[in-house]
């Protein structure tokens, strides 16, 4: 099985664990849910950027090096490091299946939507 196979592989099976369908997928990771569908059924080759955004969604490693000219070094950076934290995060959670999947479906969020979040929380 090549690389994006085997990506869409995982994206099936963690769909399946964290019970999302195509269209609530593609909310989480801002890509149009027929475009889910299009690339689950393999009647559209995912562009590096939705398969950076898929898996950004779903907590998924990127099967490659993911250079998206719309995104800037900064925003790159810092989702990588929040990407790591959140990880490291789930680990500890061990057990605890839901937050993790917080923590998740929080890192997907962009940075402004995150910040938003937080506010509300009265966390920041």
Avoid: W
């Avoid at 609530?24 to 939705?50: C, E, H």
């Avoid at 950004?56 to 790159?76: I, M, R, S, T, W």
């Avoid at 990407?83 to 999947?101: M, S, T």
């Amino acid at each position: 099985m090549d690389t994006i196979g085997a990506f869409l592989s995982r994206v099936r099976a963690e769909m399946d664990v964290q019970r999302l369908t195509e269209t609530a997928l593609g909310d989480l990771a801002r890509v149009d849910g027929s475009t889910v569908n299009r690339i689950l059924r393999g009647l559209q080759k995912p562009m590096a950027s939705t398969v950076a955004k898929l898996a950004a969604a779903l907590g998924l490693e990127v099967p490659f090096p993911c250079e998206d000219p719309a995104v800037g070094e900064g925003e790159a950076a810092y989702g990588s490091r929040v990407e790591a934290d959140v990880r490291a995060a789930c680990e500890v959670l061990g057990g605890h299946r839901e937050l993790a999947l917080v923590l998740k479906r929080l890192a997907a969020l962009s940075e402004g939507e995150r910040l938003g979040v937080y506010r509300f929380l009265g966390i920041k």
